[in-house]
């Protein structure tokens, strides 16, 4: 029994360990290897220029601007030189018309996905709908991608109800 425990706290200290790796180290320096004009779904996130997102998360984020549809951005064509998208792709329901309209308004967009590496974070069922499949955390074109097994059912069961 003991030598079970120990396996589960090994694994759990593992996948805790590389989900922080890649979610708060690697996206920290990717966030601040320069100044984003526009951080689409930002969360509690400043990119330095707009962020935006389908919901206010935090009052204290600068230069906040609230989106209704992420399918058709507030934006005018080639608006911004610098989108970056981070942890968003995994959560939508149509990643790649959310990718064609983020190249409508950006010049340069950076994705940033959970790595399959972080897998904690890349077969998340109870948030995520996307796996992609990728052992990098940056992209600059949408990585390819999967549909999360059982992702539907269980987002139906929970009744989810944010969605982008």
């Known amino acids: 029994m003991e030598s079970v425990i120990l396996v589960f706290f090994v694994l759990f200290a593992t996948l805790y360990s590389l989900n922080k790796v890649s979610y708060v180290l690697l996206k920290g320096l990717i966030f601040n290897q320069r100044k984003w004009d526009l951080n689409i779904c930002c ?3 400043d990119g330095g220029g707009i962020n935006a997102d389908i919901v206010r998360h935090n009052s204290s984020v600068a230069n906040f601007k609230l989106i209704h549809d992420i399918y ?6 080639k608006e911004f030189d610098s989108v970056i998208c981070s942890h968003t792709m995994e959560h ?73």
């Open 92 to 164: 939508v329901d149509n990643p790649q018309l959310f990718d064609r309209e983020l190249r409508r308004v950006g010049s340069q967009v950076v994705y940033i996905v959970p790595p399959l590496w972080d897998i904690a974070a890349a077969c998340n069922l109870l948030e995520h709908k996307w796996i992609f499949l990728t052992l990098r955390k940056k992209h600059h074109s949408l990585p390819p991608c999967m549909r999360l097994p059982f992702s539907r059912t269980i987002h139906r069961y929970l009744e989810q109800r944010v969605t982008a």
């Open 72 to 77: 058709n951005l507030p934006f005018a064509n």
């Open 43 to 45: 969360g509690k996130t």
